[in-house]
């Protein structure tokens, strides 16, 4: 009986051990898991809000683009195709060289650098 008693014993604790092993393998895991999807949401709004205040300073379609960036599984596609677009646009923008010039030499004329027959002189050769 005692025998009976000692392998009932060893096994219950067995089974005790086990389940002690699993809940500790569980916690180095991380216990938190279930916080995974919650930070993996609050990342993509981050990124998704800053994809539309970008767009938006573009002149592009804000909103467009935020649900774009937010939509699952493609949502990176669109990303990395917002981030070329966007360069290639900003890249085919640039200041007409005559409107820069003009827009300096105002500046050197409201400073008082140039007189008032340098700066006529020098805007009638830039419209030139």
Do not use: Q
């Not at 596609?77 to 827009?103: D, M």
């Not at 020098?122 to 030139?128: A, Q």
């Amino acid at each position: 009986m005692s025998r009976i008693l000692s392998v009932a014993a060893s096994t219950c604790l067995e089974s005790t051990d086990h389940h002690a092993t699993w809940m500790d393998e569980w916690s180095m895991m991380g216990g938190w898991w279930f916080l995974w999807p919650i930070i993996w949401i609050a990342v993509a709004l981050v990124i998704g809000i800053l994809v539309y205040r970008d767009a938006e300073k573009r002149g592009m379609n804000g909103l467009l683009w935020l649900i774009l960036v937010l939509l699952p599984m493609v949502g990176l596609l669109f990303l990395v195709i917002y981030l070329v677009i966007r360069e290639e646009r900003h890249k085919g923008t640039k200041p007409e060289p005559s409107k820069s010039a003009e827009k300096l030499l105002d500046e050197r004329y409201a400073r008082g650098e140039i007189t008032t027959e340098e700066y006529k002189k020098m805007k009638e050769e830039i419209r030139k």
